[in-house]
C-alpha cells in the first residue's frame, strides 16, 4: 500500500518568502508528526496532530512556523519570513491512533533558504 | 530533558565483521525504544520497537536488545546494503520521540 508522501521533495526560497510544505499520511492514519532533520542530526520534534486536533506544537521554533489538518488527513507545514536557520528536511510521519504507536515516516522536504 | 546519546558516530565494517551499535538514553518513564535505519536523501525506515529492559527483537542480520540504560543493535555478518545511518529514539512520559543523532555504518565488500 501507498506510504507517507511528501510534497515537494525539494524547495528553494529565498530569505524572507513563505513556504507551505504538504504531507499525505497513511490512509486511515489517525496521528501525524511533524520532524525538522538538519544536516548530521537526528529528527526533532516539531508538532503533532490528532484527527484534525492539533494536540502539541511544543516543538515550533517561531511563529513563523504553523501547521494545520483541516480535514483530519492532509498536513500543511507552513514557514512564512523564511530565514537561513530555517534550512533543513522537513519530514512527515504518520502512526495508526496514537504516539505509542509506530510512526512511519516519509521522504521529506529539502528546504533551502538563501 | 529527555535525551539520547548514540555511538559510535561512524563505523565501518568489512563485509561479514559483526558489531554493535550503542544507544544511552535518559527518559523518564519510557514507553518504547525505536530503531530506525535511513538511507541518504531518505526518511527513517522502521525497524523495531522495545518495550522493557531485557527484550530482544530480530530481523534478518540485525538484533536490538534493551537495558534500563541503554540498547544495543547487533549487526551480524553484515553486507554493504546494510549500509545506512541507523537512528534511535526514545519516548517516555511526554510522548514525543526524542531521537540521537545516529551512527553512519558503512559495509565495505
Known amino acids: 500500500g501507498a506510504g507517507v508522501s511528501q510534497s515537494p521533495r525539494y524547495k528553494v526560497a529565498k530569505r524572507g518568502q513563505d513556504v507551505a510544505l504538504r504531507c499525505d499520511p497513511i490512509s486511515g492514519h489517525v496521528s501525524l508528526f511533524w520532524y525538522q532533520q538538519a544536516l548530521g542530526q537526528g529528527p526533532e520534534f516539531l508538532t503533532y496532530?490528532?484527527?484534525?486536533?492539533?494536540?502539541?506544537k511544543s516543538g515550533l521554533p517561531s511563529d513563523r512556523f504553523f501547521a494545520e489538518r483541516p480535514e483530519g488527513s492532509v498536513s500543511t507545514l507552513k514557514i512564512q519570513r523564511t530565514q537561513q536557520e530555517d534550512s533543513a528536511v522537513y519530514l512527515c510521519?504518520?502512526?495508526?491512533?496514537?504516539?505509542?504507536?509506530?510512526?512511519?515516516f516519509g521522504p521529506g522536504t529539502r528546504l533551502t533558504v538563501l | 530533558e529527555d535525551q539520547v546519546t548514540q555511538s559510535p558516530e561512524a563505523l565501518r565494517l568489512q563485509e561479514g565483521e559483526s558489531s554493535s551499535l550503542n544507544c544511552s538514553y535518559t527518559?523518564?518513564?519510557?514507553?518504547?525504544l525505536f530503531w530506525y535505519r535511513q538511507d541518504p536523501g531518505k526518511g527513517p525506515e522502521f525497524l523495531f520497537t522495545l518495550y522493557s529492559a531485557g527484550e530482544e527483537k530480530e530481523k534478518e542480520r540485525l538484533k536490538a536488545t534493551l537495558t534500563k540504560k541503554e540498547s544495543f543493535l547487533h549487526i551480524t555478518a553484515p553486507k554493504p546494503e546494510d549500509s545506512a545511518t541507523y537512528l534511535c529514539?526514545?519516548?517516555?512520559?511526554?510522548?514525543?520521540?526524542?531521537f540521537g543523532k545516529g551512527t553512519k555504518l558503512t559495509v565495505n565488500p
Open positions: 510521519a504518520s502512526s495508526l491512533f496514537g504516539t505509542t504507536d509506530t510512526q512511519y
Open positions: 529514539a526514545a519516548q517516555g512520559g511526554s510522548e514525543k520521540l526524542v
Open positions: 527518559v523518564s518513564g519510557l514507553r518504547g
Open positions: 496532530f490528532q484527527n484534525e486536533a492539533q494536540l502539541d
